[in-house]
């Protein structure tokens, strides 16, 4: 849970770096509770639009800049520009290739996006 709170405690974030860990624990833990929440909906029957429900609708709404600052900081671990999420206008041939750059490992040392997250959060650690 931490990872999922230090993305949304730099919600307006778009600058910088997000280690794979940071990213991929932020999509994990959104998911369960997405999941939560829709069975909620659909247990009290809130229900806005056809099978949508009202806490999932607001739960996504809360979370779309975080989840946009993180994927941002994402493609810049792997030393890209977020110009690369233009690919996601591609249907599945560029959503793939977003998912590929997800699961890349970030470049290793300083980029011209700032410093390694994975040498700044082991030098914490080992203090």
């Known amino acids: 849970m931490d990872w999922y709170f230090k993305v949304l405690k730099n919600y307006l974030g778009f600058s910088g770096r997000a280690r ?25 029957g809130l229900r806005i639009a056809g099978d949508e429900g009202a806490l999932t609708t607001i739960y996504g709404v809360l979370i779309f800049l975080p989840y946009w600052a993180v994927q941002f900081r994402r493609l810049h671990d792997t030393d890209r520009s977020a110009w690369w999420l233009l690919l996601l206008l591609i249907p599945l041939v560029g959503w ?28 914490f650690v080992s203090e």
């Open 20 to 44: 794979r860990k940071e990213f991929w624990m932020f999509i994990l833990v959104n998911l369960v509770l997405t999941v939560v929440l829709s069975i909620l909906d659909k247990m009290l």
């Open 96 to 123: 793939l290739i977003i998912l590929a750059f997800n699961c890349q490992n970030g470049t290793p040392g300083e980029n011209e996006y700032g410093a390694d997250p994975k040498r700044l959060d082991a030098r």
